[in-house]
């Protein structure tokens, strides 16, 4: 089962920031946060990982709280191209993705 | 640098028959790894290849068995088919042992079985 909850939907509007929050207040020490998103029909696309810093790459932004039990996903200037189901996801690196249901994030103009 | 390419992209099947679904890793991946994901749902674990050895396994039945060869290449087969076993089937490939990455996904193969 997946270690993680989040909220089924959310909604945005074009160029605002999207925050996504994800709990995980299982989590182990060494595993990692990971963040994928998958378009309809497409396979599932890498985002961003942390392991207890924050961390920011050209696509987003990762918030870990100081006691790893939650975190945060930020786009900070969503488009129509961002509407996707977002899947917060932690494990050991190299090991098996468990996915559970994800928030699908609807961005609207 | 190229990304993973499965093949075929729809397939219908008939129940009782054997698959085989077919997948190129990103270039300098070592490891590989399936996944089922049924309609509404999320991807989920079949099983993940590493240096050619199986390294995990998801909840499914031997019926599923995969290979990968030493160009990484990998292939999955689906024995008896099902109806249930109608889905979109993700392959997904990652670099072990040069830090922490993410998988790439290819774009799945999707069957159907009748």
């Known amino acids: 089962d997946a270690k993680t909850t989040q909220p089924p939907s959310m909604d945005c509007a074009e160029g605002r920031a999207a925050n996504l929050p994800c709990n995980h207040s299982t989590i182990s020490g060494n595993e990692y946060v990971y963040w994928y998103r998958q378009i309809h029909s497409q396979g599932p696309q890498y985002i961003i990982h942390?392991?207890?810093n924050n961390e920011t790459n050209e696509m987003a932004s990762l918030i870990i709280t100081e006691d790893r039990k939650s975190s945060t996903l930020i786009l900070p200037h969503a488009t129509l191209r961002d509407t996707a189901v977002y899947y917060c996801?932690?494990?050991?690196?190299?090991?098996?993705?468990?996915f559970g249901k994800g928030t699908t994030l609807s961005v609207s103009s | 640098e190229t990304g993973v390419t499965q093949s075929p992209t729809h397939l219908i099947k008939t129940r009782g028959q054997q698959v085989t679904l077919r997948c190129s890793s990103q270039?300098?991946?070592?490891?590989v790894s399936w996944y089922q994901q049924a309609l509404g749902q999320g991807p989920q674990f079949i099983f993940q290849?590493?240096?050619?050895?199986?390294?995990g396994r998801g909840n499914f039945p031997p019926r599923f068995s995969g290979l990968q060869f030493p160009n990484y290449s990998s292939e999955l087969n689906v024995n008896a088919l099902e109806l249930d076993d109608s889905a979109l089937y993700l392959c997904a490939s990652s670099l072990l042992g040069r830090g922490v990455v993410g998988y790439t996904f290819g774009s799945g193969t999707r069957l159907t079985v009748v």
């Open positions: 270039s300098g991946h070592n490891t």
């Open positions: 290849y590493y240096r050619e050895e199986e390294n």
């Open positions: 942390g392991l207890k």
């Open positions: 996801i932690v494990n050991q690196a190299g090991t098996a993705l468990i």
